[in-house]
Nanobody
Framework: VQLQASGGGLVQPGGSLRLSCAAS????????IGWFRRAPGKEREEVAC????????YYEDSVKGRFTISRDNVKNTVYLQMNNLKPEDTAVYYC??????????????WGQGTLVTVSS
């Protein structure tokens, strides 16, 4: 079981990035799947999650209207489109899946993290 995240980088405030997370060894649609982040000096927080049962997303309040999570079941990949990025979005972003047959994201499996830096 593996989650491979990619797509991080340096972007100016107001810019956009798309993170990708490819799963292997299991099917994403059997799990809730989401993105978490850990900013410098802060606790890890949930950013967005796709519920397993109905495939609907939910978001942390500070990213609503700016971030969009989506899933491609054919590619077994989850994405996080991040628009209008702000310096406070700077963090290491992790994709995570689980629990199997769960509804909300309570991760069992973690990707390796990808760094997003928002700075001018």
């Amino acid at each position: 079981v593996q989650l491979q995240a990619s797509g991080g980088g340096l972007v100016q405030p107001g810019g956009s990035l798309r993170l990708s997370c490819a799963a292997s060894g299991f099917f994403l649609d059997s799990y809730p799947i989401g993105w978490f982040r850990r900013a410098p000096g802060k606790e890890r927080e949930e950013v967005a999650c796709i519920k397993r049962t109905d495939g609907r997303p939910y978001y942390e309040d500070s990213v609503k209207g700016r971030f969009t999570i989506s899933r491609d079941n054919v590619k077994n990949t989850v994405y996080l489109q991040m628009n209008n990025l702000k310096p406070e979005d700077t963090a290491v972003y992790y994709c995570a899946a689980g629990p199997r047959d769960g509804v909300y994201c309570v991760p069992e499996f973690w990707g390796q993290g990808t760094l997003v830096t928002v700075s001018s």
